[in-house]
């Protein structure tokens, strides 16, 4: 997952270049054990889109790094906002392998589209819970058959506005509703909900979650979790609990094509990257967004601010 706002940039120096881009992390990501093979997706917001006002939205069902529209179309694309997804669900026949399927979604009666590296399991089981908190006007724009697409449902039935307090309230809640259900429903599950949440200009990293049973606060190192292998528990557990990537920076397009950003200290900051993996080989200028925290961007005038704040779930 990656999201950029900042001055119109060349949408190939967020998504292609980089040693670490989005499409490459589809094929080798950093921290992920398998392929992300299916789909990927992306929005943009451009002044010189037709409709400036409204996001460009790209998805498809097919590995981003197979995509022959990636690189016909990316380079002839800017934006000042960008929300980019590969999708990293299992590779089997249970999997719906559709446009609507893929990241991010975008409904209307909303300033926000959103994507999740994440996971609620028994999310079908759990609406007998949750349908009550949703409203009609966003179930019914429901197109395809994800949690993600669910809880964005969910999360902006919550919201009673659009202010960062709105949102983190929003958050908090969704997030005790959901353990509740699991807990009332007997169906306790690791949950990841690692998301951002994206409008002109805007950025709302989430990296939030539930322990295997259900629990709101776990707790663990990460690192040495991983440590234990795919499969197991403790990797799952840290899965959870690694940190998301936040780059404050400026853009520099440089003459080769390569990464056009470097960090800078805040005050000097025009553009700001959250992602689920650092977009260089090395981590230089990458702060973490911790597990528990969510992060509010905000792009005023040439200056983007930063706030981190804990969650109370």
Not at 112 to 141: F, V
Request: hydrophobic share 40%; net charge negative; with cysteine.
């Amino acid at each position: 997952m990656l999201a950029y706002i900042g001055p119109e940039a060349p949408l190939e120096s967020l998504l292609l270049t980089p040693s670490n881009s989005l499409v490459n992390q589809a094929l080798d990501p950093e921290h992920y054990p398998d392929l992300q093979l299916a789909g990927w997706g992306f929005g943009a917001w451009s002044e010189h889109l037709l409709k400036p006002e409204d996001p460009f939205i790209y998805r498809r069902p097919t590995a981003a790094f197979y995509d022959d529209n990636a690189t016909r179309m990316i380079p002839s694309l800017q934006a000042s906002t960008v929300l980019g997804h590969v999708r990293a669900a299992s590779y089997d026949s249970k999997v719906v392998m559709v446009d609507e399927n893929c990241h991010p979604f975008s409904f209307d009666e909303t300033p926000w589209i959103i994507a999740q590296n994440g996971d609620l399991p028994n999310w079908m089981l759990l609406q007998k819970e949750l349908l009550r908190h949703c409203e009609d006007r966003y179930l019914k724009q429901m197109r395809g058959t994800t949690d993600t697409e669910f809880l964005y449902v969910l999360l902006l039935s919550l919201l009673a506005g659009d202010s960062d307090k709105d949102v983190q309230r929003a958050i908090e809640e969704m997030v005790g509703l959901i353990s509740q259900a699991m807990e009332d429903l007997d169906l306790p599950a690791l949950t990841k909900m690692k998301m951002a949440l994206v409008s002109p200009n805007r950025i709302i990293g989430v990296n939030v979650g539930l322990g295997h049973q259900g629990e709101t606060n776990p707790a663990g190192d990460w690192k040495k979790l991983r440590e234990s292998g795919p499969g197991t528990d403790d990797f799952a557990l840290s899965m959870l609990l690694e940190p998301m990537y936040m780059l404050m920076g400026r853009h520099v397009p440089g003459d080769d094509a390569s990464y056009d950003f470097e960090a800078c200290d805040e005050t000097e900051a025009s553009a700001a990257i959250f992602a689920s993996e650092a977009l260089t080989e090395d981590e230089d200028g990458w702060s973490h967004v911790e597990f528990g925290e969510i992060v509010f961007l905000e792009k005023t005038g040439d200056h983007v601010s930063r706030t981190v704040t804990r969650l109370s779930v």
